[in-house]
């Protein structure tokens, strides 16, 4: 943050000279003339060469003014930020999550985060993988929430983090008092799973497969709320995320039983926005707080 030395420079440049620059600032010629010194002796090299009573740069501080002038406006872009964050923080923040986290995780969320800044309207719209990227792309979403997002160069990822998957039972179940257990030992209950267009079905799929066991499920579904409601209302066991029953955990209407099987790969939840822009003052709060609140559920998870 040595903002006064590289406008102090900046400026000498512009007027072309030491006293120039001074009035310009309202400071003494002597306290522009130090800092471009002082400048000076900690690059080891001079900036300027003095020609008929101006100064014009060397290639060294050529390369410097540069650096300076790129730092001035970022420094001015960061200012005008803070002035944002500060101020009444209004603005809205569109969110494209898959059904599955827009009914769990995003509604606590957006509550808290009204509570905070109540200035901001949030959207979230829920949206299949495919349709998150398309969102994101184009513009229709700040940001897009999802598990195994394909990669997107266009794409900047905000947070990321790997949750295993379980089995899903009522209180009082077998397995409920269990630490993990097994896909060999799901099979022996009435599975309710995911439907194949989720993308959790397709790894479940695979870890049938390489552990050569058959699934006949008792009911498929697109929607978490359905499949957590038939085990409660105790039609099966469910395969799911720990995200997809965080709320009825809390309430300990379900139980969450790790799968400990070697070939069952883990969900990757992302947070992306587009790389090219920058996120509104809105948009970056709202990636913050779903950053931190993953982050939080992460480490309590494990």
């Known amino acids: 943050?040595?903002?006064?030395?590289?406008?102090?420079?900046?400026?000498?440049?512009?007027?072309?000279?030491?006293?120039?620059?001074?009035?310009?600032?309202?400071?003494?010629?002597?306290a522009v003339n130090r800092q471009i010194l002082d400048l000076e002796a900690e690059l080891g090299a001079p900036l300027f060469e003095r020609i008929n009573k101006r100064l014009r740069l060397t290639p060294l501080g050529e390369m410097v003014l540069a650096h300076v002038?790129?730092?001035?406006?970022?420094?001015?872009?960061?200012?005008?930020?803070?002035?944002?964050?500060?101020?009444?923080?209004?603005?809205?923040?569109?969110?494209?999550?898959?059904?599955?986290?827009?009914?769990?995780?995003?509604?606590s969320l957006v509550h808290d985060f009204r509570q905070r800044f109540p200035g901001i309207v949030v959207r979230v719209v829920d949206l299949p993988v495919l349709e998150i990227i398309a969102a994101v792309e184009q513009g229709d979403a700040d940001l897009g929430l999802g598990y195994d997002l394909p990669e997107v160069p266009a794409f900047r990822t905000i947070?990321?983090?790997?949750?295993?998957?379980?089995?899903?039972?009522?209180?009082?179940?077998?397995?409920?008092?269990?630490?993990s257990?097994?896909?060999?030992?799901?099979?022996?209950?009435?599975?309710?799973?995911?439907?194949?267009?989720?993308?959790?079905?397709?790894?479940?799929?695979?870890?049938?497969?390489?552990?050569?066991?058959?699934?006949?499920?008792?009911?498929?579904?697109?929607?978490?709320?359905?499949?957590?409601r038939l085990v409660m209302l105790g039609s099966g066991i469910a395969l799911l995320n720990p995200l997809d029953v965080m709320e009825e955990r809390a309430r300990q209407?379900?139980?969450?039983?790790?799968?400990r099987d070697r070939h069952l790969r883990r969900q990757t939840l992302a947070l992306v926005s587009r790389a090219r822009g920058q996120l509104s003052a809105a948009a970056e709060l709202m990636a913050g707080t779903v950053a931190s609140a993953l982050a939080a559920l992460f480490a309590q998870a494990h």
Not at 80 to 101: C, H, N, P, Q, S
Request: net charge neutral.
């Open 159 to 179: 947070a990321t983090s790997d949750w295993q998957i379980g089995a899903v039972v009522p209180p009082g179940h077998a397995l409920a008092a269990q630490p």
């Open 253 to 259: 209407a379900l139980v969450f039983v790790p799968l």
């Open 69 to 107: 002038r790129q730092t001035l406006r970022e420094h001015d872009a960061l200012r005008d930020r803070i002035e944002e964050f500060k101020g009444a923080r209004r603005g809205e923040v569109t969110v494209a999550a898959t059904a599955g986290l827009a009914g769990s995780l995003m509604p």
């Open 181 to 228: 257990t097994m896909l060999s030992e799901c099979v022996g209950y009435p599975l309710i799973l995911p439907a194949r267009s989720l993308s959790i079905r397709s790894i479940l799929d695979d870890a049938f497969a390489r552990n050569a066991i058959e699934v006949s499920p008792t009911a498929e579904s697109t929607s978490t709320a359905l499949i957590q």
């Open 1 to 30: 943050m040595h903002a006064r030395v590289l406008r102090y420079l900046d400026e000498v440049v512009r007027r072309g000279s030491i006293r120039k620059a001074a009035e310009t600032l309202h400071v003494a010629p002597t």
